[in-house]
């Protein structure tokens, strides 16, 4: 591991390989030379020796994965999009997702989509074919791919290079798609563009497609006569390991429950497969531990191979096969041994998950199952040396004694568990599940009975009978699990939303926790504690003042002010065809200004992470400009997560129900507990802090004018500087802004622009309005090119004027200082180098 973090830290190398070994042999000739001026060190200097190598190889296996070959697809990206073919292989089973409505407002019903991942062999742009390689996420429009694991196929479709964040608090999934190999994205419009070549892929992924087929066939038979629902898509994620199967909707119900880690098969579900398979053989069969533990080994090995592909299934099959081999060949269990070897195995295939919280928070629960969890248990369970044992003398006494050890044993799972994760959960995610621990305690049973029933209509196929009626069975509990699921994900605050915990303070935690699991497995026997009479206040002191350490920093870094940022700052997001801005003033006070987009995406979701990143204590309005959705689309989310002061339009927002879905959708759509909606006309005034919010437009008696035209227009004041916000606002419109600057009633003079109507050009209207306003700097709201109105720029405007379009640089973040200074940020337009 730290041979592998070096190596992240240090980036690609020309020759790594002459580094290390130049390195190994200065190691080696400074460890002989120690050992022989210092005999009596000589173990620890092998010890250190084997550690460097080990160091060594984890350096040189991480620069390997890194470094990409010439001929990558990686390579052969463009800035843009690019229409191509290529062929490939199959490697991942296709996952298909039903059409999802992220945006409610659009007039259309989006396709289903499935996505796999494809080995790239060729890009078929040119004549002859140009020879690759590389894994490539393709997304397909279709529910009926014509294609599956292990074929070669020829798909024609965008070829693109993954961006990354756009916003602020956006996660970085192409990050996630790096460190599982993936550079480069896929996006085909159609099965129709997929074309199944002749020639056959890798035998061993085409026998795997069959055998998966054939146990998809018997899990889901129950289901057989309906689509891929919710049960079939958590089916497959219980028991065949397909992590990517649940949909967005059930995936958040898991995390709002804390229970997401049920979805990603691992120790839990292999550990209920090895149970049944040794109840089975041992109960069942009255056979003898070792046939049973080699036929666990070969189930678990077969599982492997037919479940996904992934570390978790990875680590826990290799120390289930352990704990088998050292059944059979009567070793003694050593799980810590067995937690490093799985691990060793992991990393070596990719080291790249070293860097992925799901790596990291797996190897930290079972870790702490196996460490932390035993001594805790038995301190709470350990009776007085003169306390004699109790015996149950009845059946049902022994049935509650039994139950009631299960479930201090399950509680102090679902406890512990949460607890130790919840730095590296708080830290990755920026939320945690606060009721996590006790819904894991109810869902616990729920899911045991699911996989359990899973596995034996898997087993009892051949039955007939037999393996219907478990199917039924199985359908029940999945039906209950779905249910009460979705019943705790609504309990109020169930998912807590804090701020990244800085490094150092989860570094403190984990090696205080660290040095708990230590100093508990040296002192938890009798014969040591009367071997050093001193141990028992030594061992108090350490468990109660090193959680007080740990505790103290939490608190110190939660209570801690924050640092003020000494400047009002207006937030343009990029969402694409749309419009989102988020003004932040100095004491952390905040006003929206619309929240809406044209594409199938979430903007509300998007701007309420923004106000997390930004860490706004308040929000103190949402204003929306005008009857369009591509403005308020996203309204609806924000305000479910957010409550605002008030919630501002313009004065012919309410009437444009009589005449558009889209406005009477708007209104049924708002959440209980929001203000009523306030009409703000030209001459009003909002205090935001520091700021000041003028309503320049629109004026009364424009009824009949069309909704851009009687967009509101904003200019907001800070520190001696300004920024105009005109929303969609065209012809007459900016006539009318011009006429009103003329006679005196507004002053258009502002030091920013947003650009109007997401930069689209009028040719003479709006080179009069340009030259009015004269901006330093213009940002334009979009997903396209602008070319006409970079031009009119340089026609009207001086060469000084700087022009930001969200489409290249992402959000733009418009910063003035308490001193006047006005400074145009583009913090996430690295993502598209």
Known sequence: ????????????????????????????????????????????????????????????????????????????????????????????????QAAEKHNPYLPYQPPPRTRFVLAAHALCTTEPATPTCGYVRVTVETDALAAGLGDVVELTGKLYRPRGPRNPGEPDWPQAQRLQGIHAGLSVEGNELVRKLAR?????????????GCVRSV?????????????????????????????????????????????????????????????????????????????????????????????????????????CLALLLRRPLCVINWLALATLCVLTVNPLELFRPGFQLSFLQVLVLLTLVPATFRMLMRRRADEPPTEAETLHALVWQKAGHWLAGLAMVCLVAWATSLPLVMYHFGRFSAWGWLFCMLLSPLVIITIVLGFVTIITAPAGPLATAV??????????????????????????????????????????????????????????????????????????????????????????????????????????????????????????????????????????RALDALRVRRLETVTISHANFDHFSGVHTLLERYTPGSLCTNPYLPSERAQKQSARQFFALLPPGTPPPEALRAGDERELGAALIEVLWPPDGIDDWEANDRSLVLRVRAFGRTILIPGDIERAGLRGLLAAERDGRVVLKSDVLIAPHHGSVIKRDTAAFYAAVAPEVVVVSTSKPRPKLAELLSETLPPTCRLVSTREAGAVAIRITRTGELRAETPYAQADE
Not at 49 to 74: D, E, F
């Open 219 to 323: 899990l889901f038979e129950p289901y057989a006569h309906v689509e891929a629902d919710p049960a079939t898509r958590l089916l497959d994620a219980l028991v065949l390991g397909q992590r990517s199967a649940p949909t967005r909707a059930l995936n958040e119900a898991f995390v709002r429950t804390g229970a997401v880690h049920f979805l990603a098969v691992s120790g839990f579900h292999v550990g209920v497969l090895a149970w049944v398979v040794w109840m089975f053989v041992r109960r069942v069969l009255r056979r003898a531990a070792t046939p049973a533990a080699l036929a666990t080994t070969i189930v678990l090995i077969i599982y492997a191979i037919v479940a996904e592909h992934n570390a978790p299934i990875l680590r826990a099959v290799t120390m289930g096969v352990l704990a």
């Open 200 to 212: 056959e892929g890798a035998l061993h992924r085409r026998a795997l497609a069959r055998i998966r």
């Open 471 to 608: 199917g039924h069975l199985l359908r029940w509990s999945t039906g209950g699990l779905l249910a009460t699921v979705d019943r705790l994900a609504q309990v109020p605050g169930t998912l807590v939303e804090v701020r990244q915990p800085p490094l150092w303070l989860v570094a403190l935690s984990y090696a205080a926790l660290a040095w708990l699991v230590y100093f508990a497995r040296r002192t938890h026997s009798e014969a040591d504690i009367a071997a050093s009479p001193s141990r028992p206040r030594r061992k108090v002191l350490v468990l109660v003042l090193l959680p007080a350490l740990v505790v103290t920093g939490w608190l110190g870094w939660y209570h801690a002010p924050r640092p003020q940022d000494k400047a009002c700052t207006l937030h343009v997001l990029a969402v694409g065809s749309g419009s989102a801005s988020v003004l932040v003033t100095p004491d952390h006070t905040a006003a929206v200004f619309d929240a809406g987009t044209m594409g199938n995406w979430d903007v509300g979701l998007a701007t309420a």
């Open 1 to 96: 591991m730290g041979g592998i973090a070096l190596s992240n830290w240090t980036g690609p190398q020309e020759h790594p390989a002459g580094l290390l070994a130049g390195a190994l042999v200065v190691t080696a000739a400074v460890a002989v030379l120690v050992s022989r001026r210092f005999p009596a060190i000589s173990r620890h200097v092998a010890t250190v020796v084997l550690a460097l190598l080990a160091g060594a190889a984890g350096y040189q296996r991480h620069q390997v994965a890194i470094t990409l070959p010439a001929q990558h697809v990686a390579y052969m990206l463009d800035a843009e999009p690019m229409l191509t073919r290529i062929v490939g292989e199959i490697s991942t089973t296709p996952v298909t």
